[in-house]
């Protein structure tokens, strides 16, 4: 039996790890976190592993054995390339049989929405287009009409993406979780079933320009905001 895999895009400040350890209670003996290798104190938190970029600049995940593991989060480095941590995704699905794709889940710092709407839309167009989730956090009277906009904005375009304001406790997991796609990109979807417009070659977030230049380039989010 395959392993859920489930990628994790953060925004800086969203401090997922600690939801999904202390909220959800998850990290069980069948559960398993991949973190960058740039990511510190990590040592309070059992069954995670670093994973680091290999020279080709794909994933180099730590070999583990999965046949009793139910479910990965694999966590992107937000420090990193977004586009090309996607099609390093691509292709560990491509060449494993032990992992299957569950939801691709953002958490987004309430805090960041407020101060980087305007100056990061197009990081946050990006990782819109490929989420199948975004849990926002920290939500206060000061931004929680940033976090609105943002909302309607993707609401509007008619994205499928579903939407959760996180809180410690009493959070719907289960619906979070869930293995229905919501994502507007196709790629991740049976080559067999893939329209020409669908394939990661045609992805206007990951296609090339003769140049080598991305069509809609995905910049990485300032770490202090």
């Known amino acids: ?14 401090s997922a790890l600690e939801y999904l350890a202390q909220a959800t209670n998850r990290f069980t003996e069948g559960s398993l976190v991949f973190l960058p290798s740039t990511v510190q104190n990590v040592d309070s938190f059992e069954n995670v592993h670093l994973w680091q970029f290999a ?14 593991l139910d479910e990965c ?46 100056k990061q839309s197009a990081w946050f167009d990006g990782v819109a287009h490929f989420s199948d989730v975004f ?3 920290g939500r206060t009277n000061q931004n929680s009409s940033s976090i ?5 904005r993707y609401q509007t375009l008619r994205y499928p993406l579903e939407f959760y304001q996180l809180a410690k406790k009493s959070n719907p997991w289960s619906r979070i979780l869930s ?15 893939l329209e020409e417009n669908d394939t990661p070659e045609n992805d206007p977030f990951l296609r090339r320009h003769p140049n080598g230049n991305r069509e809609r380039p995905i910049p990485c989010p300032p770490i202090s905001n």
């Open 148 to 152: 609105k906009l943002l909302m309607d």
């Open 1 to 14: 039996m395959s392993t859920i895999l489930y990628p994790i895009i953060e925004s800086p400040g969203a």
């Open 55 to 68: 020279e080709n600049g794909e994933f180099s995940l730590p070999f583990i054995d999965l046949n009793q």
């Open 179 to 193: 293995p229905s796609p919501r994502r507007v990109s196709h790629i991740f979807d049976s080559s067999e079933l």
């Open 135 to 137: 849990c926002f956090l």
């Open 73 to 118: 989060f694999l966590f992107f480095d937000t420090k990193h390339c977004l586009a090309a941590q996607i099609e390093s995704l691509l292709k560990v699905l491509i060449s494993s049989q032990s992992f299957r794709l569950g939801r691709i889940l953002s958490f987004i710092s309430a805090e960041f929405v407020y101060s980087q709407l305007e």
